[in-house]
């Protein structure tokens, strides 16, 4: 085994150019974990946030420091011999940075509890695009609003990431799905299983939706005070779930006062979850997009891309071919 890889690292907090491409030391595979290779890298929004000095960048240990959440590749090491996934399986799933160093880079070490087989139905490339964003999805709209039948859900930003999965996890448990979404991606939205649509460029939400059972908010305050609005579309006692960290500072209070059910969401890292969804991946009831590809070296030019908002589905690095 190689000792040292290429990686995307992290020196300082700093706008896109910030990162540089290094030759890092591999990381050592112990106890109950695998060396996988990676093949492709999920980019997200709490990668941007870690790189400009917010999300965990509190919590890197050290600089130079590799981010990514999200990977796919070909396991090197397992954690043992008669384990069943091997050397040469193609597995996915989510690295817990920064407990453990990142993605971006050639090969990662990651808890043997949070890796599965790659769909076989999905290139590396596809599968990548998946963890972090459909876990999110899954525990948020499966887990905490419990979508079943009847229900009116409310999802903000359906066409992002996390949003495209949330669309599609609500419609396949039958919930009555409303999403928010700039024009030209409401005909896609429809096609993922939303019922209803609401262009945000020309209609405020608040005048075409009521009486929803669950908002999942993924856009928080940031932008037109969207949180605030959410409250006043849910029935009485209805449930807001919101998301992206620092969102919404005075989201507790708020839904308090307007008397709604209320929390935030931390994604984990859920083999046994990413599971379930590997099998809906593999029989297409539930897909990934993948808006842009970048190369491992253009992973400033990938960062910038995310953070013009105008992503539908993911983007993912190019690390290696497989």
Do not use: C
Not at 228 to 249: C, E, K, Q
């Amino acid at each position: 085994m190689q000792k040292t890889m290429r990686a995307a690292v992290l020196e300082h907090a700093g706008d896109a150019d910030a990162f540089r491409l290094a030759e890092v030391a591999t990381p050592d595979r112990v106890n109950a974990e695998f060396l996988v290779k990676v093949v492709a890298a999920g980019v997200n929004p709490i990668d941007a946030k870690t790189r400009v000095g917010r999300g965990v960048f509190g919590a890197i240990p050290r600089f130079p420091s590799v981010l990514g959440h999200d990977f796919s590749g070909v396991v090197v090491e397992s954690p043992y011999r008669s384990h069943p996934i091997k050397p040469g399986d193609e597995v996915f799933g989510m690295v817990m940075v920064p407990r453990y160093s990142g993605s971006y880079a050639e090969y990662v070490s990651v808890p043997s509890l949070s890796v599965v087989r790659k769909p076989s139905t999905l290139s590396h490339i596809e599968a990548a695009g998946a963890p972090l964003a459909a876990l999110t999805a899954w525990g948020m709209v499966v887990e905490v609003a419990k979508a079943h039948e009847g229900q009116r859900m409310l999802i903000h930003a359906g066409s992002g990431g996390v949003g495209h999965f949330a669309v599609q996890f609500a419609s396949y448990f039958g919930a009555h799905v409303i999403a928010t979404a700039s024009t030209s991606r409401l005909p896609w939205l429809r096609s993922l299983g939303a019922a209803e649509v609401v262009d945000y460029t020309t209609t405020r939400f608040e005048r075409a939706v009521r009486d929803v059972d669950v908002v999942i908010d993924l856009i928080g305050n940031v932008h037109d005070d969207t949180g605030s609005r959410s409250l006043s579309v849910l029935r009485p006692g209805g449930l807001i779930i919101n998301a992206p960290t620092g969102s919404w500072s005075t989201f507790e209070a708020d839904a308090a006062a307007a008397g709604m059910r209320h929390t935030d969401f931390t994604v984990s890292p859920d083999g046994t979850a990413l599971a379930v969804i590997a099998r809906l991946l593999e029989s297409a009831n539930v897909r990934v997009h993948v808006d842009q590809i970048f190369a491992l070296e253009q992973v400033a030019a990938a960062h910038r891309a995310l953070e013009t908002g105008h992503t539908r589905g993911k983007i993912v690095l190019k690390v290696a071919e497989g």
